[in-house]
């Protein structure tokens, strides 16, 4: 099985401030890893597909970056709407649908 | 707009079984692959099952392998879980999930649509 690690467990920052993001692969999933973001009391949201790929509807200041097993999730500017769960999802056997991250908590400063 | 529904979830003793229930609109279902998956208390995301569109191809964990059943009925649009033997490590949200597709590389790259979730518990 696949085991992906998220880095940190919690980033704590401030409105406006950069935000990055790490997931890290126990081997190879290529380019197939998928972002979620998940607020409290709601279903997560897709955010990034494929690494890179933006979601439909996903604003610009989400982007995704990497391949193999090291990957990166980088918000460029903090909204408040921004502060939530995020998780990594390998797709690389799918189908079924892959291993998630354990999560990283963005949490306002 | 394009919607899943979950239901069917509740308080039930260990070893108790449950079905829930996945109603879908706004979307032809029968087109998509679709997928379980739950959440427990305070944790992180898991994948439960998976289910191809014609309902002939279908995957387990192997935390509840042996003991769900995932199933469709295109007809109705809806997606199901039957949970058998139910045990405390059950107790979650269960979510329901559309698989997005690429047929240019013939892959799933995500679940672009979830439902709102139904709380199982199991307790005695």
């Known amino acids: 099985e696949i085991v992906l690690t998220q880095s940190p467990a919690t980033l704590s920052l401030s409105p406006g401030e950069r935000a990055t993001l790490s997931c890290r692969a126990s081997q190879s999933v290529s380019s197939y890893l998928a972002w979620y973001q998940q607020k409290p009391g709601q279903a997560p949201r897709l955010l990034i597909y494929d690494a890179s790929n933006r979601a439909t509807g996903i604003p610009a200041r989400f982007s995704g970056s990497g391949s193999g097993t090291d990957f990166t999730l980088t918000i460029s500017s903090l909204e408040p709407e921004d502060f939530a769960v995020y998780y990594c999802q390998q797709r690389s056997n799918w189908p079924p649908g892959g291993t998630f991250g354990q999560g990283t908590k963005v949490e306002i400063k | ?124």
Do not use: H
């Open chain 2, 1 to 124: 707009q394009v919607q899943l529904v979950e239901s069917g979830g509740g308080l039930v003793k260990p070893g108790g079984s449950l079905r829930l229930s996945c109603a879908a609109s706004g979307f032809t279902f029968s087109d998509y692959y679709m997928s379980w998956i739950r959440q427990a208390p305070g944790k992180g995301l898991e994948w439960v099952s998976y289910i191809s569109s014609s309902g002939s191809t279908i995957y387990y964990a192997d935390s509840v392998k042996g003991r769900f059943t995932i199933s469709r009925d295109n007809a109705k649009n809806s997606l199901y879980l039957q949970m058998n033997s139910l045990r405390a490590e059950d107790t979650a949200v269960y979510y329901c999930a559309r698989e997005a597709y690429d047929y240019s590389n013939l892959k799933g790259y995500g679940m672009d649509v979830w439902g709102q979730g139904t709380t199982v518990t199991v307790s005695s």
